[in-house]
Every structure is written in structure tokens, then in C-alpha cells.
């Protein structure tokens, strides 16, 4: 695995401060082989541990969790795009679950096509109004009032989503009424009776 973002930033705030992984591990309270792992990008901390791992470094929690949920989104993106093979066709499908609705769909809140959607390699995500994802915001913003209008931002996008796939039901191409009957199923929608 190649360097990631968090494990980058990690390296640097670690050697700027003239720090060992020793002293950092012991700091936060894993082992130097652990930390190491996270700064090579071949394992990612959990949230709290990127958190004490900040605080140990002087990296503002925002930044970290930002970088933490970027990796996460990136290697999503990658599994389902197939640059990662998945350890198993189970594993596969807990990707595709857990991918995030505005990866689906476009920044406007629109769909694209769903035959354009399926050879989609990636989207981008709803901006929230300060330039970071609506998803980052929503998930690790410590201002309530932020992740709150996040969400409702989220909200509009998957509403509008939902929609449109509901729309394509009823596609004359029989490939794509099932495609989308398909991915109302992937994100836990039941479509209406028909």
C-alpha cells in the first residue's frame, strides 16, 4: 500500500517534532509497529486513535479526521472501482453497502444515467458551504450546527436520488429499470409496488 494522506501527514508532524514512533506509541498508547503501519498506509487508525495520535503531534482534530475519512472514501472508491481486490465476493458487497450516497450522484443532486452510473469510477462529493464534503462535515465537525445543515444537504441529494431511480422503474430499456430496481435495493430502498 502507498503512503496515504493521514499517514504522510502523521510522518511529518512526527519528524518536524524530532520525535521517534517509540515515543509517539507510547504517547498514544499503541505499539511503534502499529504506528508504523498507519504512517506506511497499510492499516488506518480508528477514529479515536487518529484523534490521540493528533493531540500528540498538535494536529487539529478536524484535519485529522478529514484525512482519516478521505482515506477511508478513497479506498471505497478503489474496491468498488476494482483497483482493489477484495478479499472475498462478501467483502465486495459490504463495499458497495457502504458506499456513500454522493458518490452515486453528482454534485448538483441530479443523477446521471443509471448505465453512466454503473461505469462511474468516481464522483465528487456534495460540497457543504465552508469547501469541505457535506459527508466529512456531517460525520466529524465538531460544530453541531454545521453537521446539522450537512445533513439536510445529504438528505436532498439522496432524496432527489431516490427519485430519479424510482423514475427509471419504468425505463423502456428493461437492462435499466432493473439496474435501477437494483440499486434502490443496494441502498435499502423498497421500491413502490408496481
Do not use: C
Not at 14 to 43: F, K, M, P, W, Y
Not at 103 to 117: H, I, K, N, Q, Y
Amino acid at each position: 500500500m502507498d503512503d496515504t494522506r493521514i499517514g504522510s501527514l502523521i510522518r511529518a508532524h512526527r519528524r518536524s517534532a524530532g520525535l521517534t514512533l517509540d515515543e509517539v506509541a507510547e504517547r498514544v498508547g499503541v505499539t511503534a509497529g502499529a504506528l508504523s503501519h498507519i504512517e506506511s498506509g497499510r492499516r488506518l487508525p480508528s477514529p479515536r486513535t487518529a484523534l490521540d495520535i493528533g493531540h500528540a503531534l498538535g494536529i487539529p482534530d478536524e484535519e485529522m479526521l478529514s484525512a482519516l475519512d478521505e482515506e477511508h472514501s478513497t479506498r471505497r472508491r478503489d474496491s468498488v472501482a476494482g483497483k482493489q481486490k477484495p478479499s472475498s465476493p462478501a467483502r465486495d458487497l459490504t463495499y458497495m453497502k457502504a458506499m456513500p450516497i454522493e458518490e452515486l450522484f453528482d454534485v448538483a443532486g441530479t443523477t446521471p444515467p443509471v448505465s453512466a452510473r454503473l461505469s462511474m469510477r468516481s464522483a465528487s462529493p456534495a460540497p457543504s458551504r465552508d469547501g469541505r464534503s457535506a459527508r466529512t462535515t456531517a460525520r466529524w465537525s465538531v460544530d453541531r450546527e454545521a453537521r446539522l445543515e450537512a445533513l439536510d444537504d445529504l438528505a436532498m441529494t439522496a432524496a432527489e436520488a431516490i427519485r430519479t431511480l424510482t423514475g427509471l422503474l419504468d425505463d423502456n430499456d428493461p437492462a435499466i429499470a432493473q439496474a435501477a430496481t437494483r440499486q434502490l435495493a443496494e441502498l435499502g430502498v423498497k421500491p413502490p409496488n408496481r
